[in-house]
């Protein structure tokens, strides 16, 4: 049995687990990230991979961070979250703790985890995963493999254009996918169905403590449960956006599996039942051909550990 050790580095923690080759985290362990600090986070990383590697036969370490990678799976060229600029992250990393690293993103290190352990393991070919957090991430596996681009910085999903010069995207561009089914894209909708039809939103506007503007996602979730109108109308927005993305990836790549990911999947059938049947009525067309089946993802917290730890044992 090998271990090899996984990182996953987001703008608020930083979170590490020892994992064996069939994908079991042993033992995990996390920190808060100084987000503003280059040398510091780079420190906890160091700190965090030392830790767990103590005692241990470690063969490499993988990191999958929230930002753009470059080809080599090096340097973060850039990432939104975090300080890091041009960073040549595995260089210094595995200097400090004298192992094997690769530094891969951290929506394809989620992606790989569930093709490889998590909802889509029984594919042999391919997986199209979309993560629906804050914002909207993923991966693409296919041939086996993961879908990295020229430059490494492929599978930015959340920035397909959905609506020609619509919301503004953080990325620059106007009206991505991001804007209209992301966990900030629920909010903003119910926030809209509060201010516009207050009476249809009573349970909502409760835990909001009656002001539209402090509803928060969990608002929306426990208020969706309850049977909330705007709530749930909140979710079937999302979800008739998110499943007319899958529908043209389907149509584009033909995977065998489509995964849905992030902290929104919390919300169960709330979000992946409108979500559904707008994938399926996009692809109506298709008639008796065959499609991917939309699957929840299995891992949750433990996906970018679990996958960066699997990418690392194949260096």
């Not at 503003?36 to 993988?62: H, N, P, Q």
């Not at 595995?90 to 094997?100: C, D, I, K, N």
């Not at 959340?158 to 909010?187: F, K």
Request: aromatic residues 4%; hydrophobic residues 45%; charged residues 20%.
């Amino acid at each position: 049995m090998t271990l090899t050790i996984g990182v996953d580095v987001g703008g608020t923690k930083v979170a590490g687990g020892v994992v064996d080759d069939t994908g079991k985290v042993l033992v995990q362990t996390r920190r808060d990230t100084p987000a503003d600090d280059v040398a510091k986070t780079r420190d906890v990383i160091i700190e965090l991979v030392a830790e767990l590697a103590s005692g241990r036969t470690i063969e490499a370490v993988g990191i999958g961070a929230a930002g753009w990678i470059d080809a080599s799976r090096s340097t973060v060229l850039f990432a939104p979250n975090l300080a890091w600029r041009d960073e040549p992250l595995r260089e210094y990393v595995s200097e400090a703790v004298g192992l094997p690293v690769i530094v891969e993103n951290d929506g394809n290190v989620a992606a790989w985890a569930e093709f490889r352990y998590g909802a889509a393991r029984d594919a042999d070919d391919s997986m199209i995963m979309f993560t629906i957090g804050t914002g909207v991430g993923g991966g693409i596996v296919l041939g086996g493999d993961l879908m990295r681009g020229a430059h490494g910085i492929a599978a930015e999903l959340g920035h397909m254009l959905a609506v020609p010069d619509g919301h503004q995207c953080g990325c620059g561009r106007l009206g991505c996918i991001e804007q209209y089914a992301s966990g900030s894209a629920l909010v903003r909708f119910a926030r809209a169905g509060a201010r516009q039809e207050p009476n249809r939103a009573t349970a909502l506007l409760k835990l909001a403590g009656g002001e539209a503007e402090a509803i928060t996602g969990p608002m929306v979730t426990a208020a969706a449960q309850g049977g909330d109108p705007v709530s749930t109308e909140a979710f079937a927005q999302i979800g008739r956006w998110l499943g007319t993305s899958l529908a043209d990836m389907a149509q584009i790549l033909d995977p065998q599996t489509l995964v849905v990911g992030g902290g929104v999947i919390d919300a169960g059938d709330l979000l992946l039942g409108p979500t559904r049947r707008s994938y399926l009525d996009a692809l109506a067309q298709r008639g008796r051909l065959p499609v991917a089946e939309v699957l929840p993802a299995e891992l949750g917290n433990s996906a970018g550990v679990i996958g960066a730890a699997d990418l690392a044992r194949r260096i």
